[in-house]
């Protein structure tokens, strides 16, 4: 299978990034992280999550930051949505399309939404329901899908079952998350053929943290199959409240400069990228972790110099 020609990458970092800050980021970074994030050519973001303000008390802002960001032509903006409450708070800010998530073992179902795989699917029917009665997109991220903080292993089977269940509940694209970033390639391309089987290419996609550091490998393994949508960070932000120890998701400027060797089209400008990584960095009050970022910011003190 050839490489696609081109990738989309949908910057999760204003959701997945800062829902796990351990202190309150501020509305208004959060507003302009989103900005900065459009002006670098990112045409998908997922903007914030319409869950439980007493669970995840770092979202709970949500309205506000979805009615404060400048929605131009071109860009979707996605919400996390686990219920029929969360999905009806969402609606007032007009996403375009919503998430669902559910895990590929029971004990992570459990930890993170307070219920069982099959109750999980009895909450997100209706959000489905709804969100295609108002025109809006449903994609689904199969949590654990390569490892799981209380399991351990994750078959291929396990992850095959909960695409099974997104497929059978009209969830429109089907989403691999390696919720604790230990899937390494051989066991993403398991998982992928298992989407695949359900999905069209062009409604699978990767999720990747990158705790042992191979989300950039993943994404490759991933690219080999065609794959050509992958979530990623701005800056490495995040990681996810109730996989303790898990760290972000891969960085976008560091996907985009793997895709960028590989003459395969984003729409996204690096430099323009790394300003944004730049500027939540320095809003949280700490340096850029991204290996990209580090280095491309690096080059630019030396030019500077
Ligand atoms: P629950 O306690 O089982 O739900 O939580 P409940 O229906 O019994 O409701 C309890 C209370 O929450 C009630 O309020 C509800 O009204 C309220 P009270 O009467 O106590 O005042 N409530 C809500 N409030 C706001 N928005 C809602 C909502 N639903 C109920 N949508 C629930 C179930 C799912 C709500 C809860 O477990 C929750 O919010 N969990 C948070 C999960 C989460 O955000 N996890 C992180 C995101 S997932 C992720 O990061 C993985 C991903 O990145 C992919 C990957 O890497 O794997 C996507
Ligand atoms: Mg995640």
Known sequence: MAFPERVTLV??????????????????????LVHHLQASGLREIEVTSFVSPK???????????MAAIARPEGVRHSVLTPNLKGFEAALVSRPDEVVVFAAATEAFS????????????????????????????????????????????????EVERVVRLMKHAGVDHCGIADTIGTGTPAKVQAAMARA????????????????????LSNVYASLEMGIATFDA???????????????????????????????????????????????????????VSSRVGKALLARRGRAES
């Open 11 to 32: 910057d999760v970092g204003p959701r997945d990034g800062l829902q796990n800050e351990s202190r309150p980021v501020d509305t208004a970074h959060k507003v302009a």
């Open 196 to 215: 695949l089987k359900h999905y069209p290419l062009a409604e699978v996609s990767g999720h990747f943290h990158d705790t042992y550091g191979q989300a």
């Open 233 to 287: 960070s701005v800056g490495g932000l995040g990681g996810c409240p109730y996989a303790k120890g898990a760290t972000g998701n891969v960085a976008t400027e560091d996907v985009l400069y793997l895709l960028n060797g590989l003459g395969i089209e984003t729409g996204i400008d690096i430099e323009r990228l790394v300003d944004a990584a730049a500027a939540i960095a320095a809003a949280l009050g700490r340096p």
């Open 55 to 65: 669970w995840v008390p770092q979202m709970a802002d949500n309205a506000a930051v």
């Open 110 to 157: 459990q930890r993170n939404i307070n219920c069982s795989i099959e109750e999980s699917f009895e909450r997100f029917r209706p959000v489905v329901a709804e969100a295609h009665r108002h025109g809006i997109k449903v994609r689904g991220a199969v949590s654990c899908a390569l490892g799981c903080p209380y399991q351990g292993d994750v078959s291929a089977d």
